[in-house]
């Protein structure tokens, strides 16, 4: 089993942020705020006071920590991946599923894990995840073999799928000043990049120093932090009648079939090939669901996602922009961790450290620049040059030999992570400034699902190029490939989206 097989889904799981935007849903009115395309309605509701400048720290401490283990565990499995399966002898191509399942749920649910933080309320759905998260570490960290290893990835990737989207949602309430939410938004995005790039820098080293199953323990004690945090924290919004409506199950069933026929597709898709009959049965019942997710939102009085928001620019094109910066980031460093190991011969220790630099700059970028950006120029500009930036560091990826020193490749790799910086914040900006905040799960899980798609779709096109044969060859076609559609996003970008969103 090649180390591609072990590694080909390095990058599917996490989420640096994501965004939304504005829809028409139900009933009462709701201003819109600059950029947004067309005036917002959204159904009545019951706000609760804003919270206190301390009330707010903590509830914004609490989102970031709970996103940072999120993006965290979806990465740091990969480097500990042939140790898991020294210790549990289930065969890599069974291992591999330890990252594949988590990836997976992570997926399919997320969509309707932002639909039940807006009917429950972001605390609560906040906190389900966090504890089923912890619990399912602890799980991981015991388990005796590796079919129940892989069953609690899969209810990890569940928990996570109600963090993500109401962690942003707990923000987008919290924070009902722009400015002060623009800086709480660009800590969060600091911390899921920051998570993804560490992910295998910590992987390598707990696995290396300690044992692989300390990597899912060390949860237990953050997770318990961030319900702490999250306990002491006020009640912040309460849903409006529409929201609190009868739940959606088609909708419910038909998104996650849609959804999870699509990863699955993918993930397989990159190790069997795309003409395998599982592949493309699994792609026809996610074609299938859709369509009936369609209709079925489409006749609903209170669809669990109002298909109108899909009529929104900003979250169309913001949704486009996630798919493919998501594809940009993790698509190098699953090309790159591989390249590093299989071409360049360095061990996986080295390889994680060659991506340290990464969660330096991104979190320096995020906290200290981008928002500052958005404010100054706004979010479609921001967004813009960003987007450009990151095709412009595919182009310089093609330098890469594996005869350089590391100082060398880490130089490479810089502008990669420099300019994705200013892609995320503005995406969160837009989205959060212009969605209602009794919508902010719905959309936060719209473009999170957007990106993590195009996260699975990048690793799966790429494994399947670099595995043909010539690994430069395939590499050197990806690379162009991600460029060429970042350059897409950005014109897009500049010339449809809302004006500016500061």
């Given at each position: 089993?090649?180390?591609?097989?072990?590694?080909?889904?390095?990058?599917?799981?996490?989420?640096?942020?994501?965004?939304?935007?504005?829809?028409?849903?139900?009933?009462?009115?709701?201003?819109?705020?600059?950029?947004?395309?067309?005036?917002?309605?959204?159904?009545?509701?019951?706000?609760?006071?804003?919270?206190?400048?301390?009330?707010?720290?903590?509830?914004?401490?609490?989102?970031?920590?709970?996103?940072?283990?999120?993006?965290?565990?979806?990465?740091?499995?990969?480097?500990?991946?042939?140790?898991?399966?020294?210790?549990?002898?289930?065969?890599?191509?069974?291992?591999?599923?330890?990252?594949?399942?988590?990836?997976?749920?992570?997926?399919?649910?997320?969509?309707?894990?932002?639909?039940?933080?807006?009917?429950?309320?972001?605390?609560?759905?906040?906190?389900?995840?966090?504890?089923?998260?912890?619990?399912?570490?602890?799980?991981?960290?015991?388990?005796?073999?590796?079919?129940?290893?892989?069953?609690?990835?899969?209810?990890?990737?569940?928990?996570?799928?109600?963090?993500?989207?109401?962690?942003?949602?707990?923000?987008?309430?919290a924070f009902p000043d722009p400015a002060k939410r623009n800086r709480a938004i660009a800590l969060w995005t600091a911390a899921g990049s920051a998570a993804a790039a560490a992910g295998p820098v910590a992987g390598g080293l707990i696995t290396a120093a300690v044992d692989w199953r300390w990597i899912f323990f060390l949860n237990?004690?953050?997770?318990?932090?961030?319900?702490?945090?999250?306990?002491?924290?006020?009640?912040?919004?309460?849903?409006?009648?529409?929201?609190?409506?009868?739940?959606?199950?088609?909708?419910?069933?038909?998104?996650?079939?849609?959804?999870?026929g699509l990863t699955y597709g993918f993930i397989e898709g990159g190790a069997k090939g795309f003409g395998t009959a599982p592949v493309l049965s699994s792609f026809a019942a996610a074609v299938l669901a859709a369509v009936v997710f369609a209709v079925a939102e489409s006749r609903q009085a209170q669809p669990m996602v109002p298909?109108?928001?899909?009529?929104?620019?900003?979250?169309?094109?913001?949704?486009?922009?996630?798919?493919?910066?998501?594809?940009?980031?993790?698509?190098?460093?699953?090309?790159?961790?591989?390249?590093?190991?299989?071409?360049?011969?360095?061990?996986?220790?080295?390889?994680?450290?060659?991506?340290?630099?990464?969660?330096?700059?991104?979190?320096?970028?995020?906290?200290?620049?981008?928002?500052?950006?958005?404010?100054?120029?706004?979010?479609?500009?921001?967004?813009?040059?960003?987007?450009?930036?990151?095709?412009?560091?595919?182009?310089?990826?093609?330098?890469?030999?594996?005869?350089?020193?590391?100082?060398?490749?880490?130089?490479?790799?810089?502008?990669?992570?420099?300019?994705?910086?200013?892609?995320?914040?503005?995406?969160?900006?837009?989205?959060?400034?212009?969605?209602?905040?009794?919508?902010?799960?719905?959309?936060?899980?719209?473009?999170?699902?957007?990106?993590?798609?195009?996260?699975?779709?990048?690793?799966?096109?790429?494994?399947?190029?670099?595995?043909?044969?010539?690994?430069?060859?395939?590499?050197?076609?990806?690379?162009?490939?991600?460029?060429?559609?970042?350059?897409?996003?950005?014109?897009?970008?500049?010339?449809?989206?809302?004006?500016?969103e500061r």
């Amino acid at each position: 089993m090649t180390a591609l097989t072990t590694t080909r889904q390095q990058a599917t799981g996490t989420a640096a942020p994501a965004s939304a935007a504005t829809a028409s849903v139900t009933t009462a009115p709701v201003a819109a705020t600059p950029g947004a395309a067309g005036p917002a309605t959204a159904p009545t509701t019951t706000p609760a006071a804003a919270p206190s400048a301390a009330a707010a720290r903590r509830i914004l401490a609490a989102s970031v920590f709970g996103f940072f283990l999120v993006g965290l565990d979806a990465m740091v499995v990969n480097v500990a991946l042939p140790a898991i399966n020294r210790s549990l002898a289930g065969g890599l191509a069974g291992a591999q599923w330890v990252i594949d399942g988590y990836t997976l749920a992570f997926a399919a649910l997320m969509l309707s894990a932002g639909a039940l933080s807006d009917r429950i309320g972001a605390k609560a759905t906040y906190g389900l995840g966090l504890i089923g998260f912890t619990l399912s570490s602890a799980a991981c960290g015991v388990a005796p073999s590796l079919a129940l290893l892989i069953t609690a990835r899969l209810v990890q990737g569940a928990a996570a799928s109600l963090m993500l989207p109401a962690s942003l949602a707990l923000i987008r309430q919290a924070f009902p000043d722009p400015a002060k939410r623009n800086r709480a938004i660009a800590l969060w995005t600091a911390a899921g990049s920051a998570a993804a790039a560490a992910g295998p820098v910590a992987g390598g080293l707990i696995t290396a120093a300690v044992d692989w199953r300390w990597i899912f323990f060390l949860n237990l004690p953050a997770g318990a932090a961030a319900l702490a945090l999250l306990a002491g924290t006020p009640k912040l919004a309460q849903a409006g009648s529409a929201v609190r409506a009868r739940f959606d199950v088609l909708g419910l069933l038909s998104s996650v079939v849609a959804l999870a026929g699509l990863t699955y597709g993918f993930i397989e898709g990159g190790a069997k090939g795309f003409g395998t009959a599982p592949v493309l049965s699994s792609f026809a019942a996610a074609v299938l669901a859709a369509v009936v997710f369609a209709v079925a939102e489409s006749r609903q009085a209170q669809p669990m996602v109002p298909l109108a928001i899909f009529k929104s620019r900003a979250m169309s094109l913001t949704a486009f922009a996630g798919f493919t910066v998501n594809a940009a980031f993790y698509g190098v460093i699953f090309l790159l961790s591989l390249y590093f190991q299989q071409v360049a011969h360095k061990s996986p220790t080295v390889t994680g450290l060659l991506f340290a630099p990464i969660t330096a700059v991104v979190s320096v970028v995020n906290v200290t620049v981008a928002a500052r950006m958005v404010a100054r120029i706004g979010a479609r500009l921001s967004m813009t040059i960003g987007l450009t930036g990151t095709a412009g560091a595919m182009l310089l990826l093609l330098a890469v030999r594996p005869d350089q020193p590391a100082w060398a490749l880490v130089l490479l790799l810089v502008p990669v992570s420099f300019a994705g910086a200013f892609v995320v914040p503005a995406l969160t900006i837009m989205v959060m400034g212009s969605v209602p905040a009794e919508r902010a799960g719905t959309a936060a899980g719209i473009v999170n699902t957007s990106r993590q798609v195009g996260g699975a779709l990048s690793v799966a096109v790429a494994g399947a190029l670099v595995a043909g044969g010539d690994f430069a060859h395939g590499m050197h076609v990806t690379l162009i490939g991600i460029a060429v559609v970042l350059a897409v996003a950005a014109v897009a970008v500049q010339l449809l989206a809302p004006g500016r969103e500061r």
